[in-house]
């Protein structure tokens, strides 16, 4: 075994048969040989630690034929300022019924889409942990988040997404019990008194920062918008959950992924041509049932890059195009219409403008030698300040936002 240093002391032989044996349903399996590095550079995963395993294993004592398999493990520890977040947002409970339960529904569903990778095992015990089939292995990819993505890339994220919110309709229809039980909130817990102060740090205080930075360096940039941002703080938080936590009946709902930014995504390219295939999503840890706008208005202002921003509604119209398609094959007895798809973005259309100003900066901030992103970063006030700056600071950054921005002021997004 080949282990780095900072290597959990329980990700060991016993952990790894446990996971094989439950994955393919074989107690006999044997563990031969494994080993082990970080799965993903710091500032890629913020919410736990994940590691790359590659296993030699044999599937019973009586044979000599070793196989190999490449192994994922999420490990979502206690320590740090990441557990009481972990445990507010019940992230692992979300995740591991999503992937053990929900996921492989909604797949049978869709005619055996492709939406997650296969999960092997999920245990509390030592540590918070879901073990997964290593996506790399089947030759999927992270695209680069700070470029941002082009529109042939954006155009398979919105096929996807179509798709899975038809087959979670689908399965809404006979399963409300565990959409009420596990996917009834995202970012505010109703059933938590006092919430953590992370929600505002990374939220809040990206408004304020964002004030300071257009203030003192956007020279170019529109006083009346920093005017009405200026108004806009006190009540920035209370605008968010409002918008998160509305209660609806007209228009439709489906189960949300909740977190669709580059990051959350895995791509599948050409051997040939290198063109982009497919696209599969990770971290089903904030999934939500309720209007499909949280998704769209959250991938639409994370995912594009600035060219690809222009095409917008096209984007809009494939969505359409597949959510329409997958709910006709499974004679779904209610299709909403394109324009019920535009209500829903309008209704959740606040949380583009919370995505671009507090989510957008760190999906395209570059790591330094002085700074390296992490969760602890996000949230510890002087290094979150110093995060902030180099964010809202990229050519790039307001390049794409300033428009937006305008835009944003245009639809009375901005006014309290």
């Known amino acids: 075994m080949a282990a780095a240093s900072h290597t959990p002391d329980y990700l060991n032989q016993d952990l790894l048969t446990r996971s094989l044996a439950t994955g393919f349903q074989n107690e006999a399996i044997i563990v031969d040989t494994f080993e082990i590095a970080p799965a993903t550079a710091a500032g890629d995963n913020y919410m736990s630690d994940v590691f790359r395993i590659n296993v030699k294993y044999r ?4 044979t000599k034929n070793v196989e190999q398999i490449s192994l994922v493990i999420k490990c979502m520890p206690d320590a740090g300022q990441r557990g009481p977040v972990i445990e507010e947002l019940k992230v692992y409970e979300k ?3 999503m992937f053990v339960n929900v996921i492989p529904e909604l797949s049978k569903i869709a005619s055996n ?17 879901l073990v997964f089939h290593d996506l790399k292995s ?4 992270m695209a680069n988040r700070q470029t941002g993505l082009d529109f042939d890339h954006c155009a398979l994220i919105m096929k996807k997404i179509g798709k899975f919110h038809a087959a979670s309709m689908r399965f809404s229809e006979s399963n409300k019990d565990i959409l009420d039980k596990y996917f009834h909130f995202s970012m505010f817990n109703p059933s938590v008194e006092n919430h953590t102060d992370c929600i505002s740090v990374v939220f809040e205080n990206g408004l304020k920062t964002l004030i300071s930075v257009a203030e003192e360096t956007w020279t170019d940039f529109d006083p009346k918008i920093l005017a009405k941002m ?4 006190p009540v920035y938080l209370t605008k968010l959950k409002a918008c998160l936590t509305q209660e609806f009946d007209d228009g439709f709902k489906v189960l949300n992924h909740g977190d669709l930014w580059c ?11 290198g063109a982009v295939e497919d696209v599969v999503f990770v971290d089903y840890q904030i999934s939500y049932y309720s209007s499909p706008g949280i998704d769209l208005n959250y991938a639409l ?3 594009p890059d600035l060219e ?3 095409r917008t509604s096209e984007l809009i119209d494939i969505y359409y195009s597949s959510l329409k398609d997958t709910l006709e094959e499974i004679q779904f007895p209610r299709i909403p219409t394109l324009a019920d798809v535009h209500h829903e973005i309008k209704r959740m259309e606040f949380f583009s403008l919370v995505s671009v100003i507090s989510i957008l900066p760190i999906v395209m901030m570059e790591k330094s030698d002085s700074f390296t992103p992490s969760f602890e970063a996000m949230i510890d006030e002087q290094m979150a300040e110093q995060s902030r700056k180099i964010q809202y600071s990229g050519k790039m950054f307001q390049k794409i936002v300033k428009p937006m921005l305008t835009r944003f002021y245009d639809r009375k997004l901005l006014d309290v």
């Not at 599937?59 to 009586?62: D, G």
């Open 301 to 303: 202002s994370n995912c």
């Open 308 to 310: 690809t921003r222009d």
């Open 95 to 97: 995740e591991k019924e």
């Open 263 to 273: 990051n959350n995504m895995l791509f599948k390219y050409s051997k040939q041509s």
């Open 230 to 233: 200026k108004k806009l703080l």
């Open 113 to 129: 889409e492709f939406f997650a990778a296969k999960c092997y095992y999920a245990t509390t015990s030592p540590e918070r942990m």
């Open 138 to 141: 089947l030759n999927f990819t």
């Open 59 to 62: 599937t019973s004592s009586k």
